[in-house]
């Protein structure tokens, strides 16, 4: 039992890891790195630029959780409102189960 934490331990850290050298990194350098140009050329501080692009992800991230939230509770609702999750509840409790 414990090697299964330890493997769901290391998954999600090397997925993790993996996510933000491919995903994370390539973003966060392109506007960090970025020079001068004609159009602007005072070039932003760094720490305004990185304050902006985590905001911005965070409040994404948020709005997102929000609206899954919302869904999920709009379905439970339902789902109670026309008795649907006492029958869905006694199929999976007499599901036979897989090994």
Do not use: D
């Not at 990194?25 to 630029?49: E, M, N």
């Amino acid at each position: 039992m414990a090697s299964e934490y330890y493997l769901a331990l290391t998954t999600g850290l090397f997925g993790g890891f993996g996510h933000c050298i491919g995903m994370c990194g390539p973003i966060a350098a392109s506007y960090s790195l970025k020079g001068p140009s004609a159009a602007s050329p005072a070039v932003a501080s760094p720490w305004r630029t990185h304050f902006l692009y985590n905001a911005e992800r965070i409040s994404t991230y948020a709005l997102i959780g929000a609206v899954m939230g919302l869904t999920g509770s709009f379905v439970n609702v339902a789902g109670r409102l026309a008795g649907v999750q006492n029958i869905v509840a006694l199929a999976a409790g007499t599901a036979p189960m897989s090994a």
